[in-house]
Antibody
Framework: EVQLVESGGGLVQPGGSLRLSCAAS????????MHWVRQAPGKGLVWVSR????????SYADSVKGRFTISRDNAKNTLYLQMNSLRAEDTAVYYC????????WGQGTLVTVSS | QSVLTQPPSVSEAPRQRVTISCSGS????????VNWYQQLPGKAPKLLIY???LLPSGVSDRFSGSKSGTSASLAISGLQSEDEADYYC???????????FGGGTKLTVL
């Protein structure tokens, strides 16, 4: 069974940093592209970033470019999102999703940026 | 404002058919595949349609997708109360070099 479990969310002050993790199981993690998608409270889905299967290629939404870094450790079956210079508008539930079509999603982890 | 445009809400009676539109441009829908997601209240999104019109395993054939030019549609037939959810379209955008989502459509089954 495919499982994606996010962790690392929490309350952080503006300007602070946080690293999210997404632990994958039930499939060959190293064979799949992976995404991060976020959803602000009461709002729609917004794509954040994606990474190819071996980590050599990444893409970012303009709103996070230069502040967020996506990475992966295929030996640990884990996807990461390093978030720096956090802003109030980054407050959201962050989901990881598998493959180019986002065929499986985790349950999400809530990031709250507030003083 | 989302790059892909969806109606904020649609409603229809049980057992009827409803369609949800998704309008884009040549840099996204016009040149790339469209995927559709269902998000039940309080839950993570679920893939409903991929590559414009393909159903993932386990998804009811009451759901169908289509695309023409720079627009796509999701159709749901035989509406049931459990179909009440938010529905999102998505596609890769070549100009933005990123994935774009529609703003979402809330389906109410009357």
């Amino acid at each position: 069974e495919v499982q994606l479990v996010e962790s690392g969310g929490g309350l952080v002050q503006p300007g602070g940093s946080l690293r999210l993790s997404c632990a994958a199981s039930g499939f060959t993690f190293s064979s799949y592209w992976m995404h991060w998608v976020r959803q602000a409270p009461g709002k729609g889905l917004v794509w954040v970033s994606r990474i190819n299967s071996d980590g050599s290629s990444t893409s970012y939404a303009d709103s996070v470019k230069g502040r967020f870094t996506i990475s992966r450790d295929n030996a640990k079956n884990t996807l990461y999102l390093q978030m720096n210079s956090l802003r109030a508008e980054d407050t959201a539930v962050y989901y990881c999703a598998r493959d180019l079509v986002c065929d499986y999603w985790g349950q999400g982890t809530l990031v709250t940026v507030s003083s | 404002q989302s790059v892909l445009t969806q109606p904020p809400s649609v409603s229809e009676a049980p057992r009827q058919r409803v369609t949800i539109s998704c309008s884009g441009s040549s840099s996204n829908i016009g040149n790339n595949a469209v995927n559709w997601y269902q998000q039940l209240p309080g839950k993570a999104p679920k893939l409903l349609i991929y590559y414009d019109d393909l159903l993932p395993s386990g998804v009811s054939d009451r759901f169908s997708g289509s695309k023409s030019g720079t627009s796509a549609s999701l159709a749901i037939s035989g509406l049931q109360s459990e179909d009440e959810a938010d529905y999102y379209c998505a596609a890769w955008d070549d100009s933005l070099n990123g994935q774009v989502f529609g703003g979402g459509t809330k389906l109410t089954v009357l």
